[in-house]
């Protein structure tokens, strides 16, 4: 079983790029992030004319994640991340596909930090951490895959020094991803790469791509009850390099059924 993790930035505007990377690779389980797309909006029939049931959690001009399935349905077990009434960002959705418990995350990214939206991504962070200790204590197989917006340690960004201040790099946030990793969780691409470079966002200036000056900010975690099926793992870097693509590159895994 292949499932990806894709934040397309804009699932409209990307729509030829995502349909072209889904009939390349074929992923069975895709989680989508930052759709920037309203409800109403989703590009449902396309994605189903490629072979893929879909759901969605979409606001307009911003956030929004999607779960796709290119065999069986996706059963929504829950939107919205618990912990906080008020906020109505569309950052989670949680959905059963093939007996996999699946949770797609878009953290929020948090800058300028320190301020109010430091604040808001570390309370998020905190409420993630809650749920996902019920997650994993559940005995479920479970999937946390998305845009954590976090580069856990400095093997994860291209020269950290010039990144002590942003707030996907400050000790806060590398605190807070330690802790979620504490219950238990593996990181699949470190599982597989343990000591390699990977990146799996490039930005648009400055020729980051092409001089792989890049962040690994989208991220594999899964529970106990999938570690030993995890059997490879990758990044589609290629896809990057494509015209009119996301700043981001599709991230996958291989479980053994």
Not at 5 to 19: E, K, Q
Request: charged letters at 25%; one cysteine or more; aromatic letters at 12%.
């Amino acid at each position: 079983m292949k499932i990806a993790t894709y934040n397309v930035n804009g699932v409209n505007g990307r729509l030829p790029v995502l349909l072209r990377w889904l009939d390349e690779s074929a992923p069975d389980i895709v989680c989508l992030q930052e759709l920037k797309a309203p409800q109403e909006k989703f590009p449902e029939e396309a994605l189903s004319n490629a072979g893929y049931s879909a759901l969605w959690h979409g606001q307009k001009s911003w956030n929004g994640v999607a779960i796709l399935a290119r065999n069986g349905t996706v059963e929504e077990l829950r939107r919205g991340l618990p912990g906080d009434e008020e906020d109505l960002h569309s950052r989670y959705l949680e959905a059963r596909v093939n007996g996999i418990h699946l949770a797609c995350l878009y953290l929020p990214n948090g800058n300028p930090a320190p301020g109010p939206k430091f604040d808001y991504k570390l309370n998020w962070f905190k409420r993630l951490i809650s749920h996902a200790d019920r997650l994993y204590t559940s005995g479920d197989p479970v999937v946390l895959a998305g845009d954590f917006n976090v580069m856990p340690e400095e093997i994860d960004v291209y020269k950290p020094e010039r990144w002590t201040d942003d707030a996907l790099f400050r000790p806060e946030t590398r605190a807070a991803f330690r802790e979620l990793l504490g219950q238990g969780w593996t990181d699949a691409i470190r599982t597989i790469y343990p000591d390699q470079t990977i990146y799996t966002f490039w930005d648009y200036f400055r020729n980051a791509y092409q001089r792989n000056a890049g962040l690994r900010i989208d991220h594999f975690l899964l529970s106990a009850a999938l570690q030993s099926r995890l059997i490879n793992a990758g990044v589609d870097r290629h896809v990057r390099g494509w015209e009119k693509t996301s700043d981001h590159a599709p991230v996958w895994i291989e479980l053994s059924l």
